[in-house]
């Protein structure tokens, strides 16, 4: 083939952009040979600047699911550009185009658009920082989340390290709030969870990687992330800028059955135009509560059998009490069997070191959203070393 134009068009890129391209893959680097300049395409097939054609399976990195210039796509772009390119106000085709990604992403109740996949990662990540206080941010080895500055970290190798950042120009302490685990390892997952879990605002994930090599999540990988993520009181986001209408038409969150609390869709929804969703399920309060009066049970369960003392936790989302007794209690017969002694010294202990539990081994405790990991720290404190001196 002749690669005449490519050619001049190469020399001329080159003293223009850093290896005459502006996205890095496409210099061609780890393959042979120069890049290609694409002139025109149509359905599978390029056309490249000296006419030569070919069979096409990059798909502009995935948007173009119907093929280029689809005669359908290129009429709504053309019928939209004669109305005006934008305005800097609402439109009615927003609105459509919401309801539509709704309609296939029924986890994706409130969305907001941008212009990039980069800036829908960047929105939902803040959106999940925000929400909940927290500010490090788990992402897996080999998968890439867009041009964000602490998403652009190297992977350590084995276990969960701090990022280190990827390229020059990111400040290590910004690359410091993103936490690298290896993909498809859930011992590693479990274990970043079990140290940092309350420090972390959410876990980004590409469902089935495309940056690494098309690599899809074993069976249980995403049920025990989004298990994770929910007793930790931190949001999962699924990155479907590549899966998104791809893989199924409601994305993997549809194909495997998962439900995350942000998604982020990219070109796909524009026809290949450089777009970007994010969106998801509104508060999750309930789960947070849920989270945290977890901790509070298994706080109270461990520190009782350290000490071997008869515990029964009983609980209902963030309301809990510790009953001193061994076997469930499903009755005030039950209830009546609880060793009021060892409550009474165990209550004391509690205020001697910093909390307030209500006076009475027949009331329930209950745990407020603002029960924050450094609450739920004294309460760890507290509860071992009252029940340590029960023993
Ligand atoms: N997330 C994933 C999974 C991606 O593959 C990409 C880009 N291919 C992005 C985010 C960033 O999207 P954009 O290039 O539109 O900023």
């Given at each position: 083939m002749a690669n005449t134009k490519s050619s001049e068009l190469l020399g001329r890129a080159k003293e223009l952009l850093p290896g005459g391209v502006n996205s890095p893959v496409r210099a061609f680097r780890a393959v042979l040979g120069d890049p290609i300049f694409i002139a025109e395409a149509g359905g599978a097939w390029l056309t490249d600047a000296d006419g030569n054609k070919y069979v096409d399976y990059v798909g502009s990195w995935g948007p173009m699911i119907l093929g280029h210039a689809h005669p359908h796509v290129v009429a709504a772009v053309q019928r939209a550009m004669a109305r005006g390119a934008s305005f800097g106000a609402p439109c009615p085709g927003e609105v459509d185009l919401a309801e539509a990604i709704r309609g296939a992403y029924p986890s994706m109740q409130m969305l907001r658009m941008t212009s990039s996949g980069t800036e829908a990662v960047m929105g939902a990540l803040r959106a999940a920082r925000g929400f909940t206080g927290r500010e490090l941010v788990v992402k897996f080895e080999g998968c890439y989340h867009g041009g964000a500055d602490y998403l652009l970290v190297k992977a350590g190798s084995g276990a969960a390290t701090f990022g280190e950042p990827d390229s020059a120009g990111v400040p290590a302490g910004i690359a410091a709030t993103t936490l690298v685990l290896p993909f498809n390892d859930e011992a590693a997952a479990r274990a970043l969870f079990a140290a940092r879990g309350r420090d972390i605002a959410a876990l980004i994930v590409e469902p089935v990687v495309g940056n690494m090599g098309c690599v899809p999540p074993e069976d249980g990988f995403l049920p025990l992330l989004r298990e994770l993520t929910r007793d930790a009181g931190a949001l999962l986001v699924l990155d479907e800028v590549m899966t998104g209408f791809r893989v199924a038409y409601g994305g993997a969150q549809a194909l495997y059955g998962i439900e995350p609390?942000?998604?982020?869709?990219?070109?796909?929804?524009?026809?290949?135009?450089?777009?970007?969703?994010?969106?998801?399920?509104?508060?999750?309060?309930?789960?947070?509560?849920?989270?945290?009066?977890?901790?509070?049970?298994?706080?109270?369960?461990?520190?009782?059998?350290?000490?071997?003392?008869?515990?029964?936790?009983?609980?209902?989302?963030?309301?809990?009490?510790?009953?001193?007794?061994?076997?469930?209690?499903?009755?005030?017969?039950?209830?009546?069997?609880?060793?009021?002694?060892?409550?009474?010294?165990?209550?004391?202990?509690?205020?001697?070191?910093?909390?307030?539990?209500?006076?009475?081994?027949?009331?329930?405790?209950?745990?407020?959203?603002?029960?924050?990991?450094?609450?739920?720290?004294?309460?760890?404190?507290?509860v071992e070393q009252a029940m340590a001196g029960l023993s």
């Amino acid at each position: 083939m002749a690669n005449t134009k490519s050619s001049e068009l190469l020399g001329r890129a080159k003293e223009l952009l850093p290896g005459g391209v502006n996205s890095p893959v496409r210099a061609f680097r780890a393959v042979l040979g120069d890049p290609i300049f694409i002139a025109e395409a149509g359905g599978a097939w390029l056309t490249d600047a000296d006419g030569n054609k070919y069979v096409d399976y990059v798909g502009s990195w995935g948007p173009m699911i119907l093929g280029h210039a689809h005669p359908h796509v290129v009429a709504a772009v053309q019928r939209a550009m004669a109305r005006g390119a934008s305005f800097g106000a609402p439109c009615p085709g927003e609105v459509d185009l919401a309801e539509a990604i709704r309609g296939a992403y029924p986890s994706m109740q409130m969305l907001r658009m941008t212009s990039s996949g980069t800036e829908a990662v960047m929105g939902a990540l803040r959106a999940a920082r925000g929400f909940t206080g927290r500010e490090l941010v788990v992402k897996f080895e080999g998968c890439y989340h867009g041009g964000a500055d602490y998403l652009l970290v190297k992977a350590g190798s084995g276990a969960a390290t701090f990022g280190e950042p990827d390229s020059a120009g990111v400040p290590a302490g910004i690359a410091a709030t993103t936490l690298v685990l290896p993909f498809n390892d859930e011992a590693a997952a479990r274990a970043l969870f079990a140290a940092r879990g309350r420090d972390i605002a959410a876990l980004i994930v590409e469902p089935v990687v495309g940056n690494m090599g098309c690599v899809p999540p074993e069976d249980g990988f995403l049920p025990l992330l989004r298990e994770l993520t929910r007793d930790a009181g931190a949001l999962l986001v699924l990155d479907e800028v590549m899966t998104g209408f791809r893989v199924a038409y409601g994305g993997a969150q549809a194909l495997y059955g998962i439900e995350p609390d942000l998604t982020t869709l990219g070109k796909i929804v524009g026809g290949g135009l450089p777009v970007g969703v994010y969106g998801g399920s509104e508060p999750g309060l309930y789960e947070r509560l849920e989270a945290s009066g977890k901790l509070v049970e298994e706080i109270l369960v461990s520190a009782a059998a350290r000490a071997r003392v008869d515990l029964t936790v009983q609980r209902a989302g963030s309301m809990l009490t510790p009953f001193f007794t061994q076997g469930p209690v499903r009755s005030w017969v039950d209830a009546a069997r609880a060793d009021r002694a060892r409550f009474a010294r165990f209550h004391r202990a509690l205020l001697d070191h910093g909390m307030y539990w209500p006076p009475s081994q027949f009331e329930a405790g209950f745990v407020s959203l603002a029960h924050d990991a450094a609450a739920l720290d004294a309460t760890r404190r507290a509860v071992e070393q009252a029940m340590a001196g029960l023993s």
